[in-house]
């Protein structure tokens, strides 16, 4: 199994700044892409910016410019840094591996995290 840890959710104004992290543990031998989904209340759930281990990125049209993702493979790490929030930046940010194939194994899976919030205010 993968578990993912996520933090850097948090409040904050209009304009401000987030970093979120979301670490992946276990007998991880290799993951394809590691991303980050949002979802705000009353929405569908959402790609916000993915990065495959080879560096290639996929961002979100409402977020480009502003956000930046980036992963350290060898911590099976991915980072989200948010500039220029805006309030409907504001939902509940989730995790996703992408393709992760475990040790001794074969088989690729997906894992989610819990998600962390991010609320950004006017």
């Known amino acids: 199994q993968v578990q993912l840890v996520e933090s850097g959710g948090g409040l904050v104004q209009a304009g401000g700044s987030l970093r979120l992290s979301c670490a992946a543990s276990?007998?991880?031998?290799?993951?394809?892409?590691m991303g980050w989904y949002r979802q705000a209340p009353g929405k569908q759930r959402e790609l916000v910016a993915a990065?495959?281990?080879?560096?290639?990125?996929h961002y979100a049209d409402s977020v480009k410019g502003r956000f930046t993702i980036s992963r350290d493979n060898a911590k099976n790490t991915v980072y989200l840094q948010m500039n220029s929030l805006k309030p409907e930046d504001t939902a509940i940010y989730y995790c996703?591996?992408?393709?992760?194939?475990?040790?001794?194994?074969?088989?690729?899976?997906?894992?989610w995290g819990l998600g962390t919030q991010v609320t950004v205010s006017s």
């Open positions: 990065i495959t281990s080879s560096g290639t990125t």
């Open positions: 996703n591996v992408e393709r992760a194939v475990l040790v001794g194994t074969f088989h690729e899976y997906d894992y």
């Open positions: 276990g007998s991880i031998f290799r993951i394809h892409a």
